[in-house]
């Protein structure tokens, strides 16, 4: 039961361009979403996040918008840049439990120069 | 300050033997968290800790796993009689408030091979 779902496992675009990141969930309990980015052989790193009371959260050049009536989140990420290469993943949280995350399965993006 | 530190690094075990992965946590954070990525996989969550509570257990995907948080600080998973299938990345986590909406700061992971 894959309650957070990353549907494409691969995203390639050019530097300079945007780069849209989906993630889908089942559970109408999540009320706060995490995108977390993660290098070969690190951990992952927080990136962006939104509580379920917003529609949108903007940081730098990442934005993250909410569609809760369609249980839909992406990321955006403009203007890329090959240091944006990297796997994103999309994790979504109960905020007043235990604050366990369940994440996606990954997308991995390439940005070519 | 130092961020999240596991060890070892790397793990390479026969199946059947024990083996014990460990985490030290940011300083002052009060919950900790073990997931696992196994090949091609999402994280997944396996345990919680926060503060003197009793653990939240139910990631751990058989009665071979086990976790410990001493003293409100370090952690150790523990895996007994390992199989194939527990081979993956064992990733640490803390944050400063084990609530949902708070961040939190992973660790490098353990990488564990069964052979």
């Known amino acids: 039961d894959q309650q957070v779902k990353q549907n494409s496992p691969s995203l390639s675009v050019q530097e300079g361009r945007i780069s849209i990141l989906n993630c889908d969930y089942t559970?109408?309990?999540?009320?706060?979403f995490l995108w977390y980015k993660k290098y070969p052989a690190e951990g992952p790193t927080f990136l962006i996040s939104i509580s379920s009371i917003k529609d949108k959260n903007e940081d730098g050049r990442f934005t993250v918008f909410l569609n809760k009536s369609a249980k839909h989140l992406s990321l955006h990420i403009v203007p890329s840049q090959p240091g944006d290469s990297a796997v994103y993943f999309c994790a979504a949280s109960v905020s007043s439990n235990t604050g366990k995350l369940i994440f996606g399965q990954g997308t991995t993006l390439q940005v070519k120069p | 300050g130092a961020g999240v530190s596991q060890s070892p690094s790397n793990k390479v075990t026969e199946k059947g033997k024990d083996v014990e992965l460990r985490c030290d946590p940011i300083?002052?954070?009060?919950?900790l968290y073990w997931y696992r990525q196994s090949l091609g996989q999402g994280l997944e969550f396996l345990i919680y800790f926060q503060g003197n509570s009793a653990p939240d257990k139910s990631g751990l995907p058989s009665d071979r796993f086990s976790a410990e948080r001493t003293g409100g600080s370090v952690s150790t998973l523990t895996i007994q009689r390992t199989q194939q299938e527990d081979s993956a990345v064992y990733l640490c986590?803390?944050?400063?408030?084990?609530?949902?909406?708070?961040?939190?700061?992973f660790g490098p992971g353990t990488r564990l091979t069964v052979l």
């Open positions: 300083s002052g954070h009060t919950a």
């Open positions: 986590a803390s944050s400063l408030v084990g609530t949902g909406d708070f961040e939190q700061f």
């Open positions: 559970n109408s309990m999540f009320d706060y």
